[in-house]
């Protein structure tokens, strides 16, 4: 995947990595506050051995007290310096428990000793530590003191008395809700990419390429600049489609669950550009094709003529724009997607035919009315549209394998990308439909 497909990846699922990194930060928020605050403090003794005078013995006397300096962390943090700091404070923990809160290190090559304590609040943590150094001194002095009424061998002594913390050492909020932000960005990627990974939508014409195996005749993008330069290649496709045939009759169906009738129209007007003369007609039973799109619902029409071969489909209303003549859909009734696919639709296909060089059938969507497939049997040529990023592989899979069982000549499919708003006039009497792609058109009659 290039670098562009992880960036379209993430503008889509943004919701996802947002929700992710703020369901992780909020996490760590409520951990940070689960960890009670705790402050430090540190008492610094200096270890001495008792020595001659000279400077042999204060050389030999350094020598020894850093051997010891080794043992006595084990010392300052055993079980006998805390029973006796318990009993001396009065404290109600256990001496196990002080045992957890004090810590001892000595820096290499000194005979200096800090015993660190931590504790709740500062005073605490203050008052324990110099605790723990007395305690501490006065054992070294019993141990090191090897005849009764003689000095001690060694001696600690506090040089630096534990001071009284100013700031608590933890919890470190600020690191541990930056570690969620960092933990919540990459699973968030994680995530959205595993979303996108396993999510059927068609976002892309390669991805509807590689899901049906049709080719891609074009995509219709929503600025009227590129659109009209979609709508040339797809003449282009439709004009050697045709070959050295008098006339050529192409049904658009929409292989997403509604219709897209500007495909259609914009086709029909970029074919009759070319001095070709073309007929449009408004098959689409589902109430939202042509008709209604160039408000042509007060014209009677293939329903009419279904029922009662009337009104003769010799002077028909014209796009006057695009100087494509159109055939709407007339005043439908619940027999007209019957009437569709019998053999009189088959005879106005014919009839147009030897009035004109393209005959458009724009009808509903195939996977909302099943029509489309017998109609595509009196058609020279089928175009599937396909809105990306609403429809689904498994549905437009559905769709085209219905076409190739029914033996119809499924050329190929036209992609749209769905717009936000919409130039189409709407009528009252016509129902509201999605937002189709805005593709520079006004259509009137």
Same mark, same amino acid.
Request: glycine letters at 8%; proline letters at 6%; hydrophobic letters at 45%.
């Given at each position: 995947?290039?670098?562009?497909?992880?960036?379209?990846?993430?503008?889509?699922?943004?919701?996802?990595?947002?929700?992710?990194?703020?369901?992780?930060?909020?996490?760590?928020? !409520?951990?940070?506050?689960?960890?009670?605050? /705790?402050?430090?403090?540190?008492?610094?003794?200096?270890?001495?051995?008792?020595?001659?005078?000279?400077?042999?013995?204060?050389?030999?006397?350094?020598?020894? /007290?850093?051997?010891?300096?080794?043992?006595?962390?084990?010392?300052?943090?055993?079980?006998?310096? !805390?029973?006796?700091?318990?009993?001396?404070?009065?404290?109600?923990?256990?001496?196990?428990?002080?045992?957890?809160?004090?810590?001892?290190?000595?820096?290499?090559?000194?005979?200096?000793?800090?015993?660190?304590?931590?504790?709740?609040?500062?005073?605490?943590?203050?008052?324990?530590?110099?605790?723990?150094?007395?305690?501490?001194?006065?054992?070294?002095?019993?141990?090191?003191? *090897?005849?009764?009424?003689?000095?001690?061998?060694?001696?600690?002594?506090?040089?630096?008395?534990?001071?009284?913390?100013?700031?608590?050492?933890?919890?470190?909020?600020?690191?541990?809700?930056?570690?969620?932000?960092?933990?919540?960005?990459?699973?968030?990627?994680?995530?959205?990419?595993?979303?996108?990974?396993?999510?059927?939508?068609?976002? *892309?014409?390669?991805?509807?390429?590689?899901?049906?195996?049709?080719?891609?005749?074009?995509?219709?993008?929503?600025?009227?600049?590129?659109?009209?330069?979609?709508?040339?290649?797809?003449?282009?496709?439709?004009?050697? !489609?045709?070959?050295?045939?008098?006339?050529?009759?192409?049904?658009?169906?929409?292989?997403?669950?509604?219709?897209?009738?500007?495909? !259609?129209?914009?086709?029909?007007?970029?074919?009759?550009?070319?001095? /070709?003369?073309? /007929?449009?007609?408004?098959?689409? *039973?589902?109430?939202?094709?042509? *008709?209604?799109?160039?408000?042509?619902?007060?014209?009677?029409?293939?329903?009419?003529?279904?029922?009662?071969?009337?009104?003769?489909?010799?002077?028909?209303?014209?796009?006057?724009?695009?100087?494509?003549?159109?055939?709407?859909?007339?005043?439908?009734?619940?027999?007209?997607?019957?009437?569709?696919?019998?053999?009189?639709?088959?005879?106005?296909?014919?009839?147009?035919?030897?009035?004109?060089?393209?005959?458009?059938?724009?009808?509903?969507?195939?996977?909302?009315?099943?029509?489309?497939?017998?109609?595509?049997?009196?058609?020279?040529?089928t175009i599937a549209v396909v809105e990306l990023g609403t429809t689904k592989a498994p549905r437009v899979r559905a769709a085209a394998d219905s076409f190739a069982a029914s033996g119809s000549g499924l050329i190929g499919a036209v992609t749209t990308v769905p717009a936000r708003t919409r130039r189409f006039p709407q009528s009252k009497k016509r129902r509201s439909a999605p937002s189709e792609p805005d593709l520079g058109l006004v259509y009137s009659p």
């Open positions: 995947m290039a670098l562009s497909d992880y960036t379209g990846i993430a503008r889509r699922r943004w919701l996802t990595v947002v929700a992710t990194v703020l369901a992780c930060m909020a996490l760590a928020w !409520a951990y940070a506050s689960t960890i009670p605050t /705790a402050y430090v403090s540190t008492t610094r003794m200096y270890v001495s051995m008792a020595t001659g005078t000279s400077v042999n013995d204060s050389y030999q006397g350094g020598l020894a /007290a850093q051997q010891r300096i080794t043992s006595y962390p084990y010392v300052a943090t055993g079980a006998t310096v !805390a029973d006796r700091v318990v009993d001396r404070l009065g404290l109600t923990i256990s001496p196990g428990e002080l045992q957890g809160k004090v810590s001892a290190t000595f820096p290499p090559a000194t005979t200096l000793l800090d015993i660190t304590v931590t504790d709740s609040t500062p005073e605490g943590a203050r008052q324990l530590s110099r605790a723990v150094a007395d305690e501490f001194a006065q054992l070294v002095a019993e141990m090191e003191t *090897t005849v009764i009424g003689a000095a001690p061998a060694a001696r600690a002594s506090v040089i630096d008395p534990a001071p009284l913390p100013s700031e608590p050492v933890g919890p470190n909020t600020k690191r541990i809700l930056a570690l969620g932000l960092v933990v919540g960005l990459g699973l968030g990627f994680l995530l959205a990419f595993l979303r996108d990974r396993f999510d059927p939508t068609i976002r *892309t014409p390669e991805q509807l390429g590689r899901s049906t195996g049709l080719p891609i005749l074009g995509t219709i993008s929503r600025r009227n600049t590129d659109a009209a330069k979609d709508i040339g290649r797809l003449r282009a496709h439709v004009t050697a !489609a045709r070959g050295d045939r008098d006339r050529m009759v192409v049904m658009l169906t929409s292989f997403t669950e509604r219709s897209k009738p500007c495909v !259609a129209a914009r086709l029909a007007k970029a074919l009759a550009d070319t001095g /070709a003369r073309v /007929a449009l007609i408004d098959a689409d *039973t589902s109430g939202d094709g042509v *008709t209604g799109r160039l408000d042509m619902q007060s014209y009677a029409g293939v329903a009419e003529w279904l029922r009662d071969q009337y009104p003769p489909l010799t002077e028909l209303p014209l796009w006057s724009e695009a100087g494509v003549s159109v055939v709407p859909l007339g005043s439908a009734d619940e027999r007209t997607p019957d009437l569709l696919t019998s053999e009189r639709f088959a005879d106005i296909l014919s009839g147009l035919g030897e009035r004109f060089d393209y005959v458009l059938v724009a009808t509903a969507p195939v996977l909302t009315d099943s029509a489309a497939l017998s109609l595509s049997a009196h058609c020279d040529a």
